[in-house]
């Protein structure tokens, strides 16, 4: 039976990785690289990178951070690839097959797809045919107004004409192998995911749906687990500030009975890996 993943969200913004709340309120972490690393030791099931930068501007106009300063998102892929061992997305700025192919080049495992999904549906199916829908990660950003969900684009800027439902499916037809489903009024908040929305969205689709946006405790993701059809838990900020998170939330799924990989067998991983 397939396991239920456990999946850490970075976010990156002009440079820096950050702590998001509401799609609007920023907090600086550091540098981009160091995360990546602890996350793929701490044996994260997945990571997902997405670039919010909105200005092209990556300098982080130092150079003592123990890193090269880089000036371009592919530099920066290509660092974080390199210091990670589990697989990785990486979402953000993505609106050619170029774009998908450079990201792919220089490490990425899959990439995640948002506003150019939306403005042009069929660019899901070009770039499954071209690159394996195994590979093609469609983000959902949603927002409640006027008591109704409505799909986000541009960075939780503009309403889309679509629901959340509608548009699930209709990623599904045009190809897409994932779905990224991101309340934006739960996001930062820490008050769990909105459990009506993953349990509506994963009831209507037949590919794995990742919750995101929410989780403040272990239990919210087993609450998501428990009440939706999820294939995977994914988090950003309470990941950041636990030492040894990933292996706590493990440890906790698996002994409270989840279908997740052991949190034992993750740690005999990484001490192999630090003999290598």
């Known amino acids: 039976m397939k396991k239920n993943r456990i999946i850490t969200v970075l976010l990156l913004k002009n440079g820096f990785l950050v702590q998001s709340r509401l799609f609007s309120r920023y907090q600086n972490l550091g540098n981009p690289v160091t995360s990546v690393k602890r996350f793929s030791d701490w044996a994260a099931d997945e990571l997902i990178y997405l670039d919010i930068t909105r200005d092209n501007v990556y300098d982080m106009h130092r150079d003592d951070l123990g890193h090269p300063n880089r000036n371009n998102i592919i530099e920066i892929i290509s660092d974080a690839a390199r210091k990670c061992y589990i697989p990785v997305t990486f979402g953000g700025r993505i609106r050619t097959m170029e774009d998908i192919e450079t990201r792919l080049a220089n490490g990425a495992d899959k990439i995640s797809i948002n506003t150019k999904a939306l403005d042009s549906p069929l660019f899901i199916k070009e770039a499954s045919r071209e690159f394996g829908s195994q590979c093609i990660v469609v983000s959902i950003d949603v927002k409640i107004k006027e008591s109704s969900y409505v799909v986000m684009s541009n960075g939780g ?76 838990v994914a988090a950003a900020n309470i990941f950041q500030y636990i030492d040894q998170s990933v292996y706590l939330a493990r440890k906790y ?9 052991s949190p034992d067998l993750m740690l ?9």
Request: with cysteine.
């Open 157 to 232: 800027r503009t309403a889309a004409s679509y629901d959340p439902i509608r548009w699930a499916k209709t990623v599904e037809e045009n190809g897409a192998g994932e779905i990224l489903l991101n309340s934006i009024d739960r996001d930062g908040a820490g008050n769990g995911y909105d459990i009506d929305l993953l349990h509506s969205v994963s009831n209507a689709v037949n590919i794995p749906v990742i919750a995101c946006g929410g989780a403040g405790t272990w239990e919210h993701f087993a609450e998501a687990l428990d009440k939706t059809r999820v294939d995977a």
């Open 253 to 261: 799924l698996f002994d409270k009975g989840y279908n997740v990989r």
């Open 268 to 276: 005999e991983k990484e001490d192999s890996r630090a003999i290598l």
